[in-house]
Structures are given as structure tokens and as C-alpha cells.
T-cell receptor, first 114, second 109 residues
Framework: KAGVTQTPRYLIKTRGQQVTLSCSPISGHRSVSWYQQTPGQGLQFLFEYFSETQRNKGNFPGRFSGRQFSNSRSEMNVSTLELGDSALYLC?????????????FGAGSRLTVL | AQRVTQPEKLLSVFKGAPVELKCNYSYSGSPELFWYVQYSRQRLQLLLRHISRESIKGFTADLNKGETSFHLKKPFAQEEDSAMYYCALRGSGYSTLTFGKGTMLLVSP
């Protein structure tokens, strides 16, 4: 069974640009969550999607957005990039958006903003 | 609001020594607690969850509701245990997984 796949793995952008990151969950998983990982703040929750609906959103500015498609694949977009957006963006999938579900993480997309 | 606190950024021990990684949480209801581990150049992965009450790689963790803690323990540390450990909490219902900031465990020979 293939794991959670994130693309691209690495990317470099400049301030003001926008970026789109993609996540393909494990086959059969319908819930996708996104996290931002930085050395100072650790893992911070961005969004959670289930069946194309955003179920929950973290405390991030409106420049951060996401969506989920009918095949459960998800994308997140960051517009007007700032230096502080440099981070590892992790996607995780689970069978359902329930408290008993276990998250399986992807390898992440490492974004560097210059 | 839910919060997870891991008071130690770094824990350094010698091989064979006991290990305790501390985790305290704040949540008004009945949470589900997890420990995730990230080995060097590997993905973040689940180590154990409190409802399973199992031992994984010699690690155990007991949920203490009175002290709102979920400390991770291992009686004899091994060099391969060196990694970043994250404690995480999920509240009841459709709630998010809240992580602590992590503790780096270094086991020296």
C-alpha cells in the first residue's frame, strides 16, 4: 500500500510569490490534514479536510488556503509569500475525521522563501 | 482550548539508562493521547496511543488524568532510540491533533 505522497519535495520561492503544494493520501483514506513544521514552533495545525469539506482550520492568516478533491487528494496554497513561511509542510491522512483515527504522515514539502 | 507541553527540548542519556520524556496537557474533556516519533531523515510516525495500552519498541506511556500527564518511558535506552519525540492530543469528536513542540532524545554509547 503506497504511503502519503507529497509533491514537490523541495521548492524555493521569493517573497510575494505564491505556491501550491499537493498531497495524495493513502488509498481509501478520506481525511487529510496539513501541518506546518518549524524548528521554533514545532508542528502547527493548518487545515483538516474530509469528503471535500474543510472540517477545521488552524490559526493562520487567510493567505493560507486549501482544498480537497473528490478523489481525496488535497492541495494547499500560500499566497504573497513571506520569509516566515519557510517551513516543512506536512500532510497526513486518516480513514475518517474522527478522534479515534490515526494520522499517517507524508515526507513533507520543504519550502524556502528568499 | 487544548494545549500540549513538553518541558524538555533536549534529553541526553547514556545507553542502558532509563528514559522518561515528559508530556503535560490541558483539555477540559476526555482526550486521546499519542506519541509520535521522527527518526533522522524519516517521516513522522506513530509510536503509541494511550487507548492501545501497548508497549512499542520497549516504550510505554500511561495517561494520568489527575496530573494531566502522558509521560513516555523506557527502562533501558538504546542508541537507535535517538530521535525527535512529539506528544499529541486529540479531543473528543472531530477535533484537530495538537502537538507539543517536541523533545530531542540523544542516546550516547
Amino acid at each position: 500500500k503506497a504511503g502519503v505522497t507529497q509533491t514537490p519535495r523541495y521548492l524555493i520561492k521569493t517573497r510575494g510569490q505564491q505556491v501550491t503544494l499537493s498531497c495524495s493520501p493513502i488509498s481509501g483514506h478520506r481525511s487529510v490534514s496539513w501541518y506546518q513544521q518549524t524548528p521554533g514552533q514545532g508542528l502547527q495545525f493548518l487545515f483538516e479536510y474530509f469528503s471535500e469539506t474543510q472540517r477545521n482550520k488552524g490559526n493562520f492568516p487567510g493567505r493560507f488556503s486549501g482544498r480537497q478533491f473528490s478523489n481525496s487528494r488535497s492541495e494547499m496554497n500560500v499566497s504573497t509569500l513571506e520569509l516566515g513561511d519557510s517551513a516543512l509542510y506536512l500532510c497526513a491522512s486518516s480513514l475518517a475525521a474522527a478522534s479515534s483515527s490515526v494520522l499517517t504522515f507524508g515526507a513533507g514539502s520543504r519550502l524556502t522563501v528568499l | 482550548a487544548q494545549r500540549v507541553t513538553q518541558p524538555e527540548k533536549l534529553l541526553s542519556v547514556f545507553k542502558g539508562a532509563p528514559v522518561e520524556l515528559k508530556c503535560n496537557y490541558s483539555y477540559s474533556g476526555s482526550p486521546e493521547l499519542f506519541w509520535y516519533v521522527q527518526y533522522s531523515r524519516q517521516r513522522l510516525q506513530l509510536l503509541l496511543r494511550h487507548i492501545s495500552r501497548e508497549s512499542i519498541k520497549g516504550f510505554t506511556a500511561d495517561l494520568n488524568k489527575g496530573e494531566t500527564s502522558f509521560h513516555l518511558k523506557k527502562p533501558f535506552a538504546q542508541e537507535e532510540d535517538s530521535a525527535m519525540y512529539y506528544c499529541a492530543l486529540r479531543g473528543s469528536g472531530y477535533s484537530t491533533l495538537t502537538f507539543g513542540k517536541g523533545t530531542m532524545l540523544l542516546v550516547s554509547p
